[in-house]
């Protein structure tokens, strides 16, 4: 049982930017990756960008590629995202997630916890 918390969200303007945070405390365990999803409403969450933890590689999806960052902090089980050029379809409960064990960061079914998200809204 872990307790990640998001934050960082807000509203901004298209163009804008947002650098959303998340950490993990609880048991201790090990990390695979940290993951970011969003969900818009009536839409089903989807994967935004992710984090390995050995060796930090990323992966980003298409709409994510050139304008988000994803990245780890200096504290254990922190990951950042950085938006840059956001769109208003980038407007989506944002959540953080983890996956304890080797294999896809691409699908929700693969993380173990998740946050409560937080909101990110972009205005045209």
């Known amino acids: 049982q872990v307790q990640l918390v998001e934050s960082g969200g807000g509203l901004v303007q298209a163009g804008g930017s947002l650098r959303l945070s998340c950490a993990a405390s609880?048991?201790?365990?090990?990390?695979?990756?940290m993951g970011w999803f969003r969900q818009a409403p009536g839409k089903e969450r989807e994967f935004v960008a992710a984090?390995?933890?050995?060796?930090?590689?990323?992966d980003y999806a298409d709409s994510a590629k050139g304008r988000f960052t994803i990245s780890r902090g200096n504290t254990k089980n922190t990951v950042y995202l950085q938006m840059n050029s956001l769109k208003p379809e980038d407007t989506a409960v944002y959540y953080c997630a983890v996956r304890k064990y080797s294999g896809s960061v691409f699908t929700v079914a693969g993380y173990d916890y998740w946050g409560q998200g937080t909101q990110v809204t972009v205005s045209s």
């Open positions: 609880g048991r201790a365990f090990s990390n695979y990756a």
């Open positions: 984090i390995k933890w050995s060796g930090g590689s990323t």
